[in-house]
């Protein structure tokens, strides 16, 4: 192009020079041919001056001129030059003639790499001759439009569009203007758009969930198969209606408000819970979500929904909170402690019956590892099982204790299980514990009570043997001490000892079968008193001083006052041997309830060890040297006849206290 600008700018300047010059010479050849002429009326040097201004007029219009024509020549250069697309300008024949900036970029190969290119090496042999059919076309003044694949200098294939214009000077074609643009890109766009728009529709389609779009006026136009399906409804039969077919009438109002608050706030309601209905009339749980569709310009025109039958997950729901309710409802009303805790120990949920059993409410156990309320003895191996029910995953049975909120202890008979998540990892554990602190004290009374009846047959037997036996003997030595005074102190002796095993005897006697024993109203102060002053003697050697306190106005008890003596004594002297170093012992009387009165025994002993103090009472069993482990048996049997009961608390290095508890009226409690 800029070849052809610049040969007709070149001309211009040839023809306007050439004019002028002509005008000259004619002009001049007239003028000197009227002076030949003798034309004396011409006045010459005018005549010569209106030629040279007309002549200088005409060669600043032709200049005029072709200052416009270059004007117009750097316009087009310059749209040329900065075209964004690629401009190419070839001949006749094809070959190269110009390009601008945008053909490089596009190409990779430059302006001069151009000129000694052919259109051939850049296409495919299919690809050259479409364009050659197409740039023939072009030389016959025909503008064509086509795509066409390039490769680039750096190899790659691009895609392109061409233009191809005919170059008309004077209506004659003298050359082919070819615009070129790189559609890469935008077809590649252009796939992936249609790709994605079947890949939605192919979704849309296939999808289970119900679609429909709706517009402004609540007219149904599209929907997909599965909102056939779920709704059971054709395209025929919806589409046009209204949406409102497939609401239930009571929560049309509702419905027509939500999509009003869709359109007006532009918002998108996501996975609302709500009910929609069948063709055939059955109601359907779905979970709906509402969105509104605009137009390519922004306007809002309708509102598209995606609908999910979750009929089953919500009758599956149901069931299990029913299930759940029913659960929670056995497991409240549970008299057996449940509870769940994490990997480490902390409760996550503690059953109401923990306020019942422990003394706790279950809201001050959540949150926090039990293990505070544990036997020091029993924390460790607790643990343990926790870490072997989460590394076996199989339950464990376990007993251990744990201190009431008041102080007592209580034995907890528990089944540890493990609670397993949907990978089959462990998650937690469920402990579901029962009070058997009762049953153990019922066992070991069974246990206690074998043994008394073995003891009681053993003691029948021996009493009866031994004891007329030792009646001969005892008036023998009574004989022999009358006649030999010289031995007395021995006989002394003997009788003692001989006194002593009828007094066993006696104990024996009293295991091996019931007494005849006669109740009456006694006053246990007075009866305190008696063993006080018989054991003072006692207490002053051993350097235990007896203190014996009591409310007033106590009630007389109904009891066999001998028996009750015995047993007392019995106490009073084991607190007095325990206090070898001296102390205190002291008796407190109190009215416990209307029915009932206390006997407290607290001394300032050596104190009884926690392993012992559960065998107190068993037969045979004593803590002292010359015990026959038969004195608090007995004691334990008496009680038991006044349907009293006996408990032994202590501490070494501290002392122990025992408590007896002695109904009013024995016939009372039958």
């Known amino acids: 192009m800029n070849d052809y600008l610049e040969a007709r700018r070149a001309g211009s300047k040839r023809i306007a020079g050439g004019i002028a010059l002509t005008i000259l010479i004619v002009s001049g050849a007239w003028l000197l041919g009227r002076e030949r002429l003798g034309d004396a009326t011409a006045n010459h040097w005018f005549d010569w001056l209106f030629v040279l201004f007309l002549t200088i007029v005409i060669f600043g219009y032709v200049q005029l001129k072709v200052g416009s024509l270059c004007q117009s020549f750097q316009l087009s250069r310059s749209l040329f030059e900065n075209n964004p697309g690629a401009v190419f300008t070839f001949d006749l024949n094809g070959r190269f003639r110009e390009g601008n900036r945008a053909c490089e970029k596009m190409t990779g190969f430059s302006i001069a790499e151009w000129t000694t290119l052919s259109i051939r090496t850049l296409l495919s042999p299919e690809a050259f001759e479409r364009t050659y059919e197409h740039f023939q076309k072009a030389v016959q003044a025909i503008p064509q439009k086509f795509e066409l694949n390039l490769i680039r200098k750096d190899g790659l294939r691009i895609l392109i569009h061409v233009h191809l214009i005919p170059i008309m000077i004077k209506g004659k074609v003298v050359g082919v203007y ?229 102080g007592h202890l209580l034995l907890i008979d528990a089944n540890n299980a493990p609670v397993l998540n949907e990978e089959g990892g462990v998650e937690g554990v469920v402990i579901v514990g029962r009070d058997i602190t009762e049953r153990a004290k019922t066992e070991e009374l069974l246990r206690k009570s074998d043994k008394l009846s073995v003891v009681g047959e053993l003691a029948a037997g021996v009493a009866h043997e031994i004891r007329n036996p030792l009646t001969s003997i005892k008036g023998f030595v009574q004989l022999l001490q009358a006649r030999d005074s010289n031995r007395a102190h021995y006989y002394d002796i003997m009788r003692s000892e001989l006194d002593r095993i009828e007094f066993i005897i006696n104990e024996f006697l009293v295991l091996a079968k019931p007494q005849a024993i006669r109740y009456q109203q006694t006053d246990v102060r007075s009866l305190l008193q008696s063993i006080a002053v018989l054991l003072d003697t006692q207490a002053i050697l051993n350097n235990v001083q007896i203190r014996i306190e009591s409310e007033q106005h106590l009630p007389l008890i109904e009891c066999e006052e001998n028996r009750l003596k015995q047993v007392f004594v019995n106490v009073m002297k084991n607190a007095m041997e325990a206090m070898q170093e001296g102390g205190q012992l002291l008796v407190e009387v109190i009215k416990e309830h209307e029915d009932r009165v206390l006997l407290r025994f607290s001394d300032t002993g050596c104190g009884i060890s926690e392993s012992r103090l559960s065998k107190l009472g068993e037969p045979f069993y004593t803590t002292k040297e010359k015990g026959t482990g038969l004195g608090l048996l007995v004691s334990y049997k008496i009680i038991e006849e006044h349907h009293g009961t006996i408990s032994v608390q202590s501490a070494v290095g501290k002392g122990t206290v025992v408590e007896i508890r002695l109904p009013i009226n024995r016939c009372e409690i039958l």
């Not at 949406?243 to 309601?269: G, H, M, T």
Request: proline share 3%; hydrophobic share 40%.
């Open 178 to 406: 070819a615009l070129a643009k790189d559609i890469t890109e935008k077809r590649r766009a252009k796939e992936e758009l249609r790709a994605t728009k079947q890949q939605l529709e192919s979704f849309v389609s296939n999808s289970p969930d119900a679609i429909y779009m709706c517009d402004l006026d609540g007219l149904v136009y599209q929907i997909n198969s599965g909102f056939e399906r779920m709704f059971g409804l054709r395209g025929a039969e919806i589409i046009g209606e209204k949406i409102e077919r497939i609401i239930p009438d009571e929560l049309v109002v509702d419905e027509q408000e939500r999509i009003k608050e869709v359109w007006a706030s532009n918002w998108e309601y996501n996975c609302i819970d709500t009910i929609r209905k069948h063709r055939d009339g059955r109601l359907l749980y779905v979970n709906l979500t509402l969105a509104p569709v605009h137009d390519s310009n922004g306007y809002l025109v309708g509102l598209v929904g995606t609908a999910r039958d979750v009929t089953i997950r919500k009758r599956m729901e149901e069931a299990l909170r029913q299930s759940e309710a029913k659960y929670r409802l056995i497991t409240e009303n549970m008299s057996d402690l449940i509870g769940v805790s994490d990997l480490e120990g902390v409760l996550e949920y503690a059953s109401p019956s923990f306020q019942e059993v422990t003394g706790y409410s279950p809201e001050l156990l959540v949150g926090v590892a039990p293990f505070i309320l544990f036997h020091p003895d029993d924390i460790a191996k607790m643990k343990q099982v926790l870490a072997a029910v989460v590394v076996e995953k199989q339950p464990f049975r376990i007993q251990f204790r744990i201190r009431h909120r008041d």
